[in-house]
DNA sequence: ACATCTCTAAACATGT
DNA sequence: AACATGTTTAGAGATG
């Protein structure tokens, strides 16, 4: 079996070579081919004066395209440049489409310990936002330097009608646009299917000016400086100033802002206020005396500038030579406010969906505060007790709503550079069970990505087995059996083999609630549902800690071919296609796709909930009768030798003896069986 | 600080 | 002998 191979101790060694290697190349080639041939700077001096306006405006944009993904690959690639990664872990090695995705300021342990799938999914969005942020604050310079030229080409013609049929260059120039757009759709679609980019409603579809921004500062800088150095922008912008004028502000407007103190707008996230401070630098110094908010770390935080000024009156004085009143500036500082524009445009988009996830989950959609901090989830995920405190109503949540809405729709990769978390000392996850709970609603609706994620599922051992058991028809399942059902329900559990065996061998032997019933073909394993919840601390407060899932791996986690057939979206195929294990969003799964999958709830929870009090609301969808009419043994005749203890259980009626060989058969397919 | 839970690892026994 | 199954012990981290 292909689980064996990969039998060795999450602790003592790093990730297997093989799925960092096999991703690395996966991920070199997709890179490769996305990139197109990226022949870099060289072309950039190739321009010769006898293009057309046309030829060159193409050009540049298939420079700048260029330069657009160099960087995206950049980004991708390099994190784990030389200096920063290479010498500080020899041992473990970081696939590269895991190691772009990793945050760059949190290390993967403080990663591991604080976040859930959920989060993950959240981060990975992040991540995939800024990318795609980067690629289309490029597209929206590229068309908008399209726009100037075609303005200018407007004027040109106003004055020089004569020279060319202005309709034709009109005509070359809006097809540029076009192209640009048809462009940029294709390249986000090329992202998405490469899992760099999710999908966002009606993203593919929108224009540019919608699209989703999330900023990254540096990146932002640096994009500028790729755009303008790769736009002659003194030419274009000429007369360019006509134009911005038809807009909101004009530049006298715009050169105030330079030079006041930025107007603050955090107040009003939603709005779409006007007027924005070019500022880009919220890090550091906020409105502070002395300071500004164009300078900072030593240096001018105008757009694409970065010149080193040693004080404050040196960059005042830079920024009145450099920035002065004209066309460039007023034209960047236009489009500084476009993209402010659409990151609020973007934040709104965002708080809406929120809202209306929050309202789904049954979370209180009031208050819209994790806006403030949207790059923060990771500190939010501290949170078991923060989290709990949404929910106050007291219903039974299950862990899976405490997270998911940080969870956006869908989920990327794993950002989390899994590769090194599961190297990483066992960290504990106790949780679901503890409170009410449930395992299996968390598990119904997470199914998909358990199964196909190699992410550790947030629940004991014990409480995993049990579930097997109780998803079975006849509540009992042999040791084998169980093996199979962790390897079926897990890709986590398709690897470490010799560690997670042994350690469900170590809690049946263990947990009272466990009881081995003698079989003629062996011994099989009920659950003694008193037990069980006699094992549980008395104090249920009902507030569902926060899950801390570990990531066990993430490199290569193959997906089955046929669940990724079965997952509607085409992302989630793409992401499944490039390897990319961690993208099928719990949340999103658990309505249509795989809807056939939820008898596993029919444990639900049962669990606990059922026969200690018959409260459990939490999910309708299992009835503590049709839990426990199922109740039977197939054959214990040794049962004298045990122990009366199951008999909670297997009382009522018993006789089915017949153990049906199909599941033996569904293990062979692990992952057919519900879905 | 402590008790408890959980996980991991390992040794050992038994049966096939 | 090899493997599967089962039991037990020990140590460590996490949690309350």
Redesign the pocket.
């Known amino acids: 079996m292909m689980v ?1 191979s990969a039998s060795e ?4 060694t790093p990730s297997s070579q093989n799925g960092v290697s096999s991703l690395a190349n996966q991920t070199d080639g997709g890179g490769g081919g996305g990139g197109g041939g990226g022949r870099e700077g060289g072309a950039s001096g190739e321009t010769n004066g006898e293009m057309s306006p046309v030829e060159l405006l193409h050009f540049q944009q298939q420079q700048a395209l260029q330069v657009a993904r160099q960087f995206l690959l950049q980004q991708a690639t390099g994190l784990t440049s030389p200096s920063s990664n290479e010498n500080k872990q020899p041992a473990v090695q970081v696939p590269v489409s895991v190691a772009m995705m990793s945050p760059q300021m949190i290390t993967p342990q403080q990663m591991q ?1 604080i976040l859930s799938p959920p989060q993950l999914q959240a981060l990975l969005q992040q991540q995939q936002a800024i990318m795609l942020q980067q690629l289309q604050e490029y597209y929206k310079k590229q068309q908008e330097q399209l726009h100037l030229q075609l303005l200018t080409q407007q004027q040109a013609g106003k004055q020089q009608p004569k020279e060319q049929p202005l309709g034709n260059k009109q005509l070359a120039f809006q097809q540029q646009l076009l192209q640009m757009q048809q462009l940029q759709q294709q390249h986000l679609l090329n992202l998405q299917r490469q899992g760099l980019v999710g999908l966002q409603p009606g993203q593919g579809t929108v224009p540019l000016q919608t699209l989703p921004q999330a900023v990254c500062p540096s990146d932002l800088q640096q994009l500028w400086k790729e755009v303008t150095a790769t736009q002659p922008v003194e030419d274009s912008i000429k007369q360019e100033g006509l134009d911005l004028t038809t807009n909101t502000s004009n530049s006298t407007s715009f050169s105030a802002a330079k030079v006041s103190p930025p107007i603050s707008h955090h107040s009003l996230p939603n709005g779409q206020s006007t007027m924005h401070t070019p500022r880009r630098d919220s890090s550091s110094h906020e409105e502070i005396p002395g300071s500004h908010p164009l300078y900072g770390h030593g240096e001018c935080k105008w757009p694409g500038c970065e010149t080193l000024c040693e004080d404050l009156g040196q960059f005042v004085k830079h920024l009145n030579t450099e920035h002065a009143l004209d066309d460039r500036s007023t034209a960047q500082c236009r489009v500084q406010m476009q993209v402010v524009q659409q990151l609020e445009i973007q934040l709104a988009k965002e708080s809406e969906r929120l809202q209306a996830m929050m309202a789904h989950l049954h979370m209180r959609p009031s208050e819209p505060k994790p806006f403030s901090q949207p790059l923060n989830l990771v500190s939010s995920a501290t949170l ?2 923060s989290t709990s405190d949404t929910f106050p109503d007291g219903l039974p949540h299950p862990p899976t709503s405490a997270t998911a809405p940080i969870t956006p729709l869908r989920q990327g990769p794993s950002v989390i550079s899994s590769s090194t978390l599961h190297n990483m ?7 679901s ?2 409170f009410c709970t449930p395992i299996s609603s968390e598990l119904a609706q997470n199914h998909e990505f358990y199964k196909n994620a190699d992410v ?1 599922p947030p ?6 087995i049990r579930q097997a058991i109780l998803e079975t028809p006849d509540r009992q399942l ?6 199979n059902w962790f390897t079926r329900m897990f890709a986590y559990f398709r690897r ?1 083999t ?6 469900v ?7 009272k609630c ?1 009881v ?1 019933v003698e079989n003629v073909k ?4 009920t659950v003694d549902e008193n037990e069980y919840q006699k ?3 008395p ?1 249920m407060t009902g507030s569902p ?1 926060l899950v ?1 899932n ?1 990531i066990s791996g993430l490199g290569y986690g193959a997906l089955n071919a046929s669940y990724q057939l079965s997952c509607v979206s085409l992302v989630q195929a793409a992401l499944a296609e490039s390897n990319f294990p961690l993208l099928n969003s719990p949340t999103m799964i658990n309505t249509s796709s795989t809807s056939g999958m939820l008898h596993v709830g029919h444990d639900d929870v049962s669990s606990t909930v059922e026969q200690v009090n018959s409260n459990g609301s939490n999910s309708p969808r299992l009835s503590p009768q049709q839990y426990s009419h199922q109740v039977h043994v197939k054959e214990e005749p040794a049962e004298a030798e045990d122990d009366s203890r199951p008999v909670s259980l297997m009382a009522s009626t018993n006789q089915n003896v017949t153990i049906p060989d199909d599941r033996d058969l569904e293990e062979e397919l692990p992952v057919e069986d519900l879905s």
């Not at 101790?9 to 003592?12: A, L, Q």
């Not at 042999?478 to 093996?483: A, K, P, R, S, V």
């Not at 061998?505 to 947990?511: A, D, G």
């Open positions: 064996e101790t999450i602790r003592s310990q078991s007790k000392g066992p960290i504990r996850r106790r949780n069970e503890k550790r629940f004991t051992y014990a409480s995993l042999t040791l084998n059996e169980i093996y470490n010799a560690t997670w065996k042994n350690a061998r170590h809690n049946l032997s263990l947990h466990f081995r062996g011994a099989v394993w094992r549980r601390p104090k800690t801390k570990m």
